[in-house]
């Protein structure tokens, strides 16, 4: 996908295979609209009107050749309010067009889009989201599809200004134009992962994608721990889980090194359980099938590392991720069994489903290593989260309320959002076991909390962040897929540090 900002004066008269074209509500046309309009002698108002078009957001109508215009096709979207609609309704708009783009037949399609206000939002803002929904538009799964859909692409999208801004405006909204982009094609490369079968996608491919990631990247370094090296590290937690399964699990570490040598990295911890039956104590066969998105975690760290590669912001970045898969047989580790885990405490296994928290505490243990200034940790973690806020916003839980608040502000910007979860002791004590330090369960009761509590005490003396996103990394029914959440959320954040630093 090519994205570019062009000054565009007389829109009428730009020669493309589209030309996108905000109406808003009551049939009120923008400026750039009304120029069109006025040289096709009206057509759009009487469309508008034929068709009963209310311009709201997820509304569109396609003209096609329309008389006194040199585009092919003229589509028109509606935009919402004139006075400004709010950053979803926008998303809204943009993302309808790019679906509508796809039953047209469009090579290129050219968005006037400068006469359309964001509440809340500049157009910085609204240049990226184009460019990062230009670019997730485009993303179709066709890897284990003998017959994949055939279809023309849409390979270049501009976003065109009705008038001409200053040289540094302009600069500006180009580099927000190709950062969208670049955050749309690490949320893109994170729904393939998730999307991928489990025979395909194992721990073995997520660290060859890591590799391929680095290589030829002089900024960025890989390395892939071994089942042998994890033991030597004492990473029993981890090692529990992957008992029952005969695919070795993988700690896979990628550094990129974008700022001072000796400057805190942050660090970004992915669980990467790229199957999960639940083991001994199995999952019901309906929807089980969804458990390969148990590793969109992991596919979130690949993702916002190769965001990150791209846009090579000035500051240091560790993605370490966990993988294994978790399956059941008569090597696997049983309800009841202890085990110990890098920081030498002690788990009893009350669950062999819950067992996300169980590699991410000897991963978190790995982290802490690196003297980070913060550590994320991002997992397909709990039901419960998926009970207690569905699949609009993941759940975040932190020790450290600045950085709480930075990945609110973050999420709330790239519109990936996330809700902040509670923390408490009073939530410890359902941990508490009478054969171990701790157990990796805390009972039926607010089941996402203690799952983070369970993490908080493998995040001692850090800046530390937990993201559950069990209902946010994966759709299912008709539009079952992986999202690409929350890379969005997680490369607004990297890019907020490097401002700051």
């Known amino acids: 996908m090519h994205l570019s900002l062009k000054t565009i004066a007389d829109p009428a008269a730009h020669r493309c295979s589209c030309l996108v074209l905000p109406v808003f509500e009551e049939g009120k046309l923008p400026l750039a609209t009304a120029a069109v309009n006025k040289v096709c002698n009206g057509r759009i108002t009487k469309l508008v009107k034929s068709e009963h078009f209310s311009g709201a957001p997820g509304k569109s109508v396609l003209l096609h050749a329309p008389a006194g215009v040199a585009a092919e096709r003229v589509l028109l979207i509606g935009a919402g309010k004139a006075q400004g609609s709010d950053p979803g309704g926008f998303r809204k708009m943009i993302s309808h067009a790019f679906s509508a783009l796809k039953t047209t037949g469009s090579s290129d399609a050219v968005f006037m889009l400068s006469d359309v206000d964001t509440i809340g939002r500049d157009a910085l803002w609204q240049a990226q989201q184009l460019g990062l929904l230009a ?22 999208v501009v976003a065109g200004l009705s008038k001409p801004c200053s040289a540094k405006v302009t600069r500006a909204m180009a580099r927000a134009l190709v950062e969208g982009g670049a955050i749309g094609a690490g949320m893109n490369m994170t729904r393939e992962l998730g999307n991928l079968p489990a025979n395909i996608c194992t721990p073995s ?51 990129y090194r974008g700022g001072a040598r000796h400057a805190a990295p942050q660090v970004l911890v992915g669980k990467g359980v790229t199957f ?24 979130s760290v690949l993702g916002t590392m190769s ?88 759940g975040l839980f932190s020790n450290d309320e600045e950085l709480a608040s930075e990945l609110l502000a973050a999420g709330n910007l790239a519109h990936d959002r996330a809700w902040q979860m509670p923390l408490w002791d009073d ?34 003396n850090q800046r530390w962040a937990h993201l559950d996103i069990a209902g946010s990394a994966w759709d299912n029914g008709a539009a079952k897929g992986a999202t690409g959440r929350p890379v969005g959320l997680l490369t607004r954040y990297l890019l907020s540090q490097a401002a700051r630093s």
């Open 205 to 255: 491919y997520l660290a060859s994608q890591a590799r391929a990631l680095a290589r030829g990247n002089a900024a960025l370094g890989c390395k892939v721990l071994d089942e042998k090296k994890t033991k030597e590290l004492g990473m029993g937690a981890l090692l529990s889980v992957t008992a029952g399964t005969r695919e070795p699990a993988q700690l896979i570490v990628l550094e």
């Open 135 to 156: 670019t997730t538009g485009d993303y179709r799964y066709t890897r284990t599809l003998s017959r994949p859909e055939p279809g023309p692409r849409l390979n270049r």
């Open 276 to 299: 999960d039956s639940g083991g001994i104590s199995l999952k019901p066969g309906a929807a089980m099938d969804e458990m390969k998105f148990d590793m969109c975690g992991a596919a």
């Open 427 to 460: 939530y410890q004590e359902q941990l508490k076991s009478n054969f171990a330090d701790v157990a990796n369960i805390g009972g039926p009761g607010a089941g996402s909390v203690t799952a983070a509590c369970f993490l908080s005490r493998f995040a001692k």
């Open 307 to 394: 965001a990150i590669t791209r846009l090579k912001p000035r500051l240091n970045v560790v993605g370490i991720i966990a993988a294994c898969e978790n399956m059941p047989s008569g090597s696997a580790t049983r309800p009841g069994d202890v085990v110990r885990s890098m920081a030498g405490i002690t788990i009893e296994v009350l669950n062999t489903d819950a067992e996300g928290r169980l590699i991410l505490c000897d991963a978190l243990s790995y982290a802490a290593r690196y003297k980070p200034a913060a550590i994320i940790d991002i997992a397909t973690l709990t039901g419960a989260c998926v009970v207690a806020l569905g699949k609009h916003a993941s």
